[in-house]
Structure formats: C-alpha cells, structure tokens
C-alpha cells in the first residue's frame, strides 16, 4: 500500500462503482431509492466528508437471522455501506491478498467455500498417495470468532499500513462498533458481521496462526475457511504438538477453540463446510452432505410445501431457491439421496374451503 492509498476514497468513480456494487440487488429498498433520489449530492457528501475527516459511521440496525444458525446481525445504513465498498475494493483487498497465506479460503476472489473443499479432496488424493488411508486430521473451530476479535490486537495488527488516513479511517470503523467488554483485559472485542470490513479483518486476524501452521510447523496440507482449518497428516503425534502451538497462539490473540476442534483418524471423515468427507481404500474421495444439513433441508422441502398449500410462496419462488440448493449439493455425492428426497416433493394447493379458513385465520394476509 503506498502513502497515499486514501486518495482512492476521493475518486467519484470509485464512490459511484462503490453505489452501484452496493445497490446491487437492492435497488426496490427504500433506504436505496431515497439515496438514488439525490446521487451525485450524497456521492459528494460522502467525499468530502473523506477529505475533512469527518465521516462517521451512522450506527447499525440489529436483527437476527435463523437459517442455518441463529446469529445476530448488524448491519449499515446504505450510505455506510457505499464506504465500506469502496474502502474494501480499492484499498483492503489489494493489501490484504497480498499478506495472506494461498489456502485462507474465505471471502476472496478467486476463492470460497468451493475452492477450499477442492483443496481438502487435493490433500486427501495426495496424502493418499504417499500413506494410503493411514493418517489423521486436525480440525479446529474458534468459539464465538467474530464476537471475540480483540479490538486493541486487532488495531496493532493493523499498524503496519503505511496510510495514516486510511489507518485513521479502519480505527474508527472499528471504534464503531460497541461489542461486548472483556471482562478480564477491560477492552472491547468483537466485530459486527453485516460489515465487508469485518470479513477482511477476520480473514487477517488468524494470519499469525496460518502462518504457524504453514511456516514453523510446516503443514503442508493445510486449508482455512474463515475460522474453520482443517489439516491433514501422518502422524497423531505430531498435531499433537502442533495443537499445543496453535493453543498458546490463541492464547495470545484471545482466542479459544471450541469443542468441534479435535484429532481424528483419517478413516473416519471429517466434516467440513456442509460435507462429510471420507478417503475410501482405493483413494477416492467422497463427499456426503452432513446429516444436520440433510435434515434441515428435509425441513425446509416439508415448509415449502406448507407454504406453497397456504398461498405463502409461488412455484417461482419454490423453484429458484430448490434450484439453489440443489446447485450446493452438486458438490458432493447426493445424487442418491437427491434422487429419494426430491421424489416426495409434491405441490398441491389446498381446497377452496381450506384457503378460505386459513385466510380467515390469518387476516387475509396469506400473500
């Protein structure tokens, strides 16, 4: 990053491909429309606020999502988020991509939940070639990760941006977001997850444990997805030790590993982002969707038929989103169960006389 990386922020063709990259999809909300009403002003507004220092964060609007967790969510005003674009397009990404390790999978270009478990059936095939089905994994899981980012670690991390404004600028976004207080160290922690910033300070804030792992451990196969890792290796022993690193690293970055993080054979399948993977005895790599994720899908077929009876979802609706999951299950071997599940998936509306009473019951809101 050069010293005048903040000069990106005033461009108005960076700000106006920013809009556009966060209008995208959203262009019937009106938090939108009220921003499109007056473009070119609110575009401005935004950069000169850049130039005399003044931009602030407008706070965040809190919801929960339940599928396929509960998790809370924070997320930006429209005006925020046009910041947050531009800031991550032309200035975090270029100096991030750079400083991270191949295999920190998440959120980059080029990258995602696709590449990493390609790379996990890459390391499976060849550890298979020198060591047969003999061999274990480690699988590590941070507990609570976004809620437990130090925000002091995390700005001393960040010290190294040569940038003093964009450094000025990330030190505030951070500020910006309350968290919760530690209540050992007095300090703030977390990052809230509706932020683009957050996801490329969460990809760098476990740098110094990949870079443990690839480079004093010397774990080859080795493949990070936000704060799941998973490695692969001859020996027990040796993860053993290797573990016991990562702890005290973890440690250092007030971090701990849940209960998902463990030592396992090989032969007996790990699960990794929705799949099961197994190394068979001829070395062929299997892929099976999770069984938790087999039984929300079956719950989510069974809904959709509730819906679809009731007057709640169109067949439209229905198709693109069965369309959608059906795409993440072309990446393991489901077409068995595909096959069972998706030949019990009726559509039926219900009687006239029964749409009337759930209409009744309901207001005549079942649209």
């Keep these: 990053m050069e010293e005048n990386a903040f000069d990106a922020m005033l461009d108005f063709q960076n700000m106006y491909r920013a809009y556009r990259r966060a209008a995208t999809g959203k262009r019937d909300k009106q938090e939108v429309i009220d921003f499109e009403l007056d473009l070119s002003r609110n575009l401005w507004e935004i950069i000169h606020q850049m130039e005399d220092k003044t931009y602030r964060v407008g706070g965040y609007h809190k919801f929960m999502i339940y599928d396929p967790?509960?998790?809370k969510i924070e997320a930006l005003s429209f005006r925020d988020r046009v910041v947050q674009?531009?800031?991550?397009?032309?200035?975090?990404?270029?100096?991030f991509e750079n400083r991270l390790v191949h295999d920190n999978a998440a959120c980059r270009e080029g990258k995602g939940t696709d590449f990493a478990r390609d790379r996990l059936t890459e390391f499976l095939r060849e550890h298979y070639k020198k060591h047969g089905t003999k061999g274990y994994i480690l699988k590590y899981d941070i507990r609570h990760y976004f809620d437990s980012i130090d925000h002091e670690i995390l700005k001393w991390m960040l010290r190294s941006i040569p940038d003093k404004n964009v450094l000025g600028l990330l030190y505030h976004i951070i500020k910006s977001y309350d968290g919760t207080t530690d209540p050992v160290t007095g300090r703030k922690k977390g990052l809230p997850l509706g932020?683009?910033?957050?996801?490329?300070?969460a990809l760098y804030y476990l740098d110094p444990m990949d870079r443990l792992i690839k480079e004093k451990m010397r774990i080859k196969h080795y493949v990070r997805y936000m704060d799941d890792g998973i490695m692969v290796h001859e020996s027990k022993e040796y993860l053993k030790e290797v573990l016991t690193q990562m702890?005290?690293?973890?440690k250092e970055l007030h971090l701990e590993f849940n209960e998902k993080t463990q030592i396992l054979p090989i032969s007996e399948g790990v699960d990794f982002l929705g799949f099961r993977f197994y190394l068979t005895d001829?070395?062929?790599?299997?892929?099976?969707l999770r069984t938790s994720n087999k039984r929300r899908w079956k719950r989510r077929l069974k809904k959709y038929k509730e819906d679809y009876r009731a007057g709640n979802k169109s067949l439209k609706d229905i198709t693109r989103s069965v369309a959608s999951y059906r795409g993440h299950l072309a990446h393991g071997h489901t077409y068995k169960l595909q096959k069972k599940v998706m030949g019990s998936f009726v559509l039926t509306h219900a009687p006239k006389n029964e749409v009337m009473a759930y209409e009744k019951e309901n207001g005549n809101n079942s649209g």
């Design 69 to 71: 967790k509960e998790r």
């Design 85 to 95: 674009h531009c800031l991550c397009d032309n200035i975090l990404k270029p100096y």
């Design 195 to 201: 932020n683009q910033t957050s996801q490329w300070f």
């Design 247 to 250: 702890r005290k690293k973890a």
């Design 282 to 288: 001829t070395g062929k790599v299997i892929r099976r």
